[in-house]
T-cell receptor, first 116, second 113 residues
Framework: AQSVTQPDIHITVSEGASLELRCNYSYGATPYLFWYVQSPGQGLQLLLKYFSGDTLVQGIKGFEAEFKRSQSSFNLRKPSVHWSDAAEYFCAVHNAGGTSYGKLTFGQGTILTVHP | KAGVTQTPRYLIKTRGQQVTLSCSPISGHRSVSWYQQTPGQGLQFLFEYFSETQRNKGNFPGRFSGRQFSNSRSEMNVSTLELGDSALYLC????????????FGPGTRLTVL
C-alpha cells in the first residue's frame, strides 16, 4: 500500500530564512504528488503538484518542490519565509491505478512556526 | 469561479444521533471526495463519488455513508454517532480526469458530546 512520510512534525524558522519540508513516499509506479497548506480551522489549499515532466515544479506563494525518484522524495522549499507562511503543510500522493479513484494519501503534516 | 462550499461549518451532536453534511463542488467538477481529519489519525479518505456513483471507499464502518446528486452536490451521513467521530470533515472536488488536483472546502467541524 502506498504511504507518505513527513519526518518533521514541527519546524521553526526565522522570517526571511530558507525553508525545506521533507516528504518521502512509498509507491511502486510513478506517483502523482501534491503539497497542500492548511491554516488553523481552514480547509486545504493546493500549493503545487507533480504529475510528470520537469522534476522541479513551481507553485503558488513562492514555493517550489523537487521530485527525486531515486530518493522517493518530494521536498518542498521556499527561499525566504514570510510570517504569513506559518501553517501546517501536507504532502499527498495519488495512486492513479486500480480502483483508487479520488483518493489522496496524506502524510501526517508538518507544522511550521515562523519567528519574527 | 466559486470554490467548494460546505454546510454547516460547525455542528454539535450527542452520541447516538445522526448527522448529514453537505458539499457543493466547484462548477463543472463532477468528482467529490470526502476526508476525515483528526489529531490522532490525520487525514483519512472516506469515499469518492462521480456521476452519482460511489467509485471508491476508505476503511470506515458502514455508519458512514454518502451520496451524490445529479448536480454533483454531495452529502455524507454518519449514523449512531460516537465520541470518536468528532473531527473536521473535508470535501474536495476535482474534474473527471483520472488524476487531477483536488480543491478542498473549508470543512465541517463536528463535535460529538
Amino acid at each position: 500500500a502506498q504511504s507518505v512520510t513527513q519526518p518533521d512534525i514541527h519546524i521553526t524558522v526565522s522570517e526571511g530564512a530558507s525553508l525545506e519540508l521533507r516528504c518521502n513516499y512509498s509507491y511502486g509506479a510513478t506517483p502523482y504528488l501534491f503539497w497542500y497548506v492548511q491554516s488553523p480551522g481552514q480547509g486545504l489549499q493546493l500549493l503545487l503538484k507533480y504529475f510528470s515532466g520537469d522534476t522541479l515544479v513551481q507553485g503558488i506563494k513562492g514555493f517550489e518542490a523537487e521530485f527525486k525518484r531515486s530518493q522517493s522524495s518530494f521536498n518542498l522549499r521556499k527561499p525566504s519565509v514570510h510570517w504569513s507562511d506559518a501553517a501546517e503543510y501536507f504532502c499527498a500522493v495519488h495512486n492513479a491505478g486500480g480502483t483508487s479513484y479520488g483518493k489522496l494519501t496524506f502524510g501526517q503534516g508538518t507544522i511550521l512556526t515562523v519567528h519574527p | 469561479k466559486a470554490g467548494v462550499t460546505q454546510t454547516p461549518r460547525y455542528l454539535i451532536k450527542t452520541r447516538g444521533q445522526q448527522v448529514t453534511l453537505s458539499c457543493s463542488p466547484i462548477s463543472g467538477h463532477r468528482s467529490v471526495s470526502w476526508y476525515q481529519q483528526t489529531p490522532g489519525q490525520g487525514l483519512q479518505f472516506l469515499f469518492e463519488y462521480f456521476s452519482e456513483t460511489q467509485r471508491n471507499k476508505g476503511n470506515f464502518p458502514g455508519r458512514f455513508s454518502g451520496r451524490q446528486f445529479s448536480n454533483s452536490r454531495s452529502e455524507m451521513n454518519v449514523s449512531t454517532l460516537e465520541l470518536g467521530d468528532s473531527a473536521l470533515y473535508l470535501c474536495a472536488s476535482s474534474t473527471d480526469r483520472l488524476v487531477s488536483e483536488q480543491f478542498f472546502g473549508p470543512g465541517t467541524r463536528l463535535t460529538v458530546l
